[in-house]
């Protein structure tokens, strides 16, 4: 807010006084307001959520999550009815009826599938960032005519196991569909046609993606992760993770490397914490012994183990004596 005037035109002052919340200039000698109604020029701080004044110039960022990309328009709330007389509230609750009727019918698709893509997100705990990807991408299969002719559901549950893959979020199809109690071929099936129709191309998943979250699962210590990491880096050389699900290699390399770091777990353990057979398990782990010879390291950390637990033991006895000649 700038004024033009240098000084008063009554009493000559130049002492000017500027009130920005009126839009006045007065001069502090005489009081006489010299201009009022002055433009300003700055920054439009205004809030429109009725919450009260958070210096915000705008409402809230648009969203590919909310249907109306929270751009949308309400008339009124439900609970303004109460306070408004008969008459009004009919008319109220006529134009809140019309208004809800006059959506398109991809709105209505939008309103109900976004708001089972939240609660499915919620479930299969999806940072809020892969959540807006997941949205956007349904929202594009939407206006393209993708859905038409499938199961809601499997296409919501497609278009977030998309946005997992395109994020690195170690999240298995079979992971995914046991939670959402969703058909493991139908989901599979409408994932591949919308990222095949949307032109979105998918890398294929990682085993080393998989070692964090079942490491964590399993109690595993950080030693056993870098050691399940470091198979996986020897398997990979070896090109013998090509054609391999990664899933079972995650469950290999973990169970190897319980076996030379000590902290040992059945293959039955985690298997039911990975989600894959014990077979597969035992045909991965029988690979990777044979091709990669990784006899010789569990042999290796076995060896040293009972090296330091004997030297342990001696130390312990050391001590043990001691003690007794201290006694005596």
């Not at 006059?102 to 939240?118: G, Q």
Request: proline content about 2%; hydrophobic content about 35%; overall charge positive.
């Amino acid at each position: 807010m700038v004024s033009s005037v240098a000084s008063c035109p009554d009493c000559k002052s130049i002492d000017l006084v500027v009130d920005k919340r009126r839009g006045e200039v007065t001069c502090k000698s005489c009081g006489l307001i010299i201009e009022d109604n002055i433009i300003d020029g700055g920054q439009e701080w205004r809030e429109f959520s009725g919450e009260g004044q958070d210096g915000r110039r705008a409402g809230a960022p648009s969203s590919y999550a909310k249907h109306d990309m929270g751009t949308g328009t309400e008339v009124g709330s439900s609970s303004e009815v109460y306070s408004l007389s008969v008459q009004n509230r009919r008319k109220y609750l006529r134009l809140r009826k019309w208004h809800n009727r006059s959506s398109t019918s991809l709105e209505r698709n939008l309103k109900y599938a976004l708001a089972d893509l939240k609660r499915i997100s919620s479930l299969l705990k999806i940072p809020p960032a892969i959540e807006e990807e997941a949205a956007r991408i349904y929202r594009m299969a939407v206006e393209r005519g993708l859905v038409r002719g499938r199961s809601m559901e499997c296409v919501v549950v497609g278009a977030i196991y998309i946005a997992s893959r395109l994020f690195n979020l170690p999240r298995s199809l079979n992971e995914v569909c046991q939670l959402t109690n969703n058909n493991k071929r139908d989901v599979g099936k409408t994932y591949r046609f919308i990222a095949r129709e949307l032109g979105i191309r998918m890398l294929p998943s990682s085993a080393g993606d998989y070692i964090p979250k079942f490491a964590n699962r399993l109690g595993f210590s950080a030693e056993t992760q870098t050691q399940a990491q470091k198979i996986l880096e020897i398997a990979k050389d070896s090109e013998l993770t090509s054609g391999r699900g990664p899933t079972g290699l995650a469950a290999a390399a973990l169970y190897v490397a319980s076996l030379i770091t000590g902290e040992k777990r059945t293959q039955r353990e985690i298997a039911d914490v990975v989600g894959v057979t014990e077979v597969t398990i035992r045909n991965r782990y029988k690979e990777m012994i044979e091709k990669l010879d990784l006899d010789h390291l569990i042999n290796d950390a076995k060896e040293k183990r009972e090296a330091e637990r004997i030297a342990l033991g001696k130390a312990v006895d050391e001590e043990d004596d001691q003690e007794l000649r201290i006694q005596e």
